[in-house]
C-alpha cells in the first residue's frame, strides 16, 4: 500500500492560516472517518492533535482544525505561531485493517 | 501519568532478530490496543504494528508481514516486538504508542488506529 499524499511543504507568516492536504483513495480516507494527524518537532515525539477527522484531544489548541471530503483529509493551523514550525503527517485507517501515514508536511512559519 | 518506556534498540547485521519491549504505567494497559511505529532516518513515519488490549487481534504493515510479530504480557505490563530476518532498511526509531480505550467501531470491533501517548523511542540499526 502506498503511503498517503501530502505536500512536502508549506509555509506562512505568524497569524495566518494555513491548510495541508492528505489524500487517499475510497480503501482508506475515503471509506472511513478514522483520520488523525500529528504534529513531529524534531528530537520529540509525535503528538497527537486530530483524530477522526475533526476531534481535538484535550490541551490541543483551538488553532487546529480538521475536515474531509472524498478521498482528501485536510489540516488547517489558524492563527499561526512559530511553535507551530514543524512537521505534520496524516494517517487513515484503512479497509485491510491496517494504517497508513502520509509522507509529512514540513511548515515553515516565516 | 502515562508512560512508555521502550527498549531493546540494537545494532544487528542483516539477516539477524532483535527484540524490542515497552513497559508501560499510568494507565489500564489491558484497556488499549498497543502499536509500533517506525521512522528510518530522514524519513516519515510508518506504522508497523497493532494488537488488541486482550492480545487477540494483531495486524501488520506489508513490509514486515511474516517477519515481526507483535504481543504483549498484560501481567507485565509489556509490549514487545519480535524481529526476525531483520534488513537494512528496517533501520529507524521503533516507538511503541498507545490508542485510547475503547474501539472505533464497537459492533466491528474495530481497533483505534490512533495514539494519544508515545514512547521516547528505540533505535535500530541493521548493518548490511
Known amino acids: 500500500q502506498s503511503a498517503l499524499t501530502q505536500p512536502a511543504s508549506v509555509s506562512g507568516s505568524p497569524g495566518q492560516s494555513i491548510t495541508i492536504s492528505c489524500t487517499g483513495t475510497?480503501?482508506?480516507?475515503?471509506?472511513?472517518?478514522?483520520v488523525s494527524w500529528y504534529q513531529h518537532h524534531p528530537a520529540k515525539v509525535p503528538k497527537l492533535i486530530i483524530y477522526?477527522?475533526?476531534n481535538r484531544p484535550s490541551g490541543v489548541s483551538h488553532r487546529f482544525s480538521g475536515s474531509k471530503s472524498g478521498n482528501t483529509a485536510s489540516l488547517t493551523i489558524s492563527g499561526l505561531q512559530a511553535e507551530d514550525d514543524a512537521h505534520y503527517y496524516c494517517s487513515s485507517y484503512t479497509s485491510r485493517n491496517t494504517l497508513l501515514f502520509g509522507g509529512g508536511t514540513k511548515v515553515t512559519v516565516l | 501519568e502515562v508512560q512508555l518506556l521502550d527498549s531493546g534498540g540494537d545494532l544487528v547485521q542483516s539477516g539477524g532478530s532483535l527484540r524490542l519491549s515497552c513497559v508501560v504505567s499510568g494507565f489500564i494497559f489491558d484497556s488499549c490496543a498497543m502499536s509500533w511505529v517506525r521512522q528510518s532516518p530522514g524519513k516519515g513515519l510508518e506504522w508497523v504494528s497493532i494488537?488488541?488490549?486482550?492480545?487477540?487481534?494483531?495486524y501488520y504493515g506489508d513490509s514486515v508481514k511474516g517477519r515481526f510479530t507483535i504481543s504483549r504480557d498484560n501481567s507485565r505490563n509489556t509490549l514487545y516486538l519480535q524481529m526476525n530476518n531483520l534488513r537494512a532498511e528496517d533501520t529507524a526509531m521503533y516507538y511503541c504508542a498507545k490508542s485510547p480505550t475503547g474501539y472505533s467501531d464497537a459492533r466491528k470491533k474495530t481497533l483505534k488506529y490512533y495514539f494519544d501517548s508515545w514512547g521516547q523511542g528505540t533505535l535500530v540499526t541493521v548493518s548490511s
Open positions: 475510497i480503501s482508506d480516507i475515503g471509506g472511513y472517518n478514522y
Open positions: 494488537i488488541s488490549g486482550g492480545g487477540g487481534y494483531t
Open positions: 477522526e477527522v475533526n
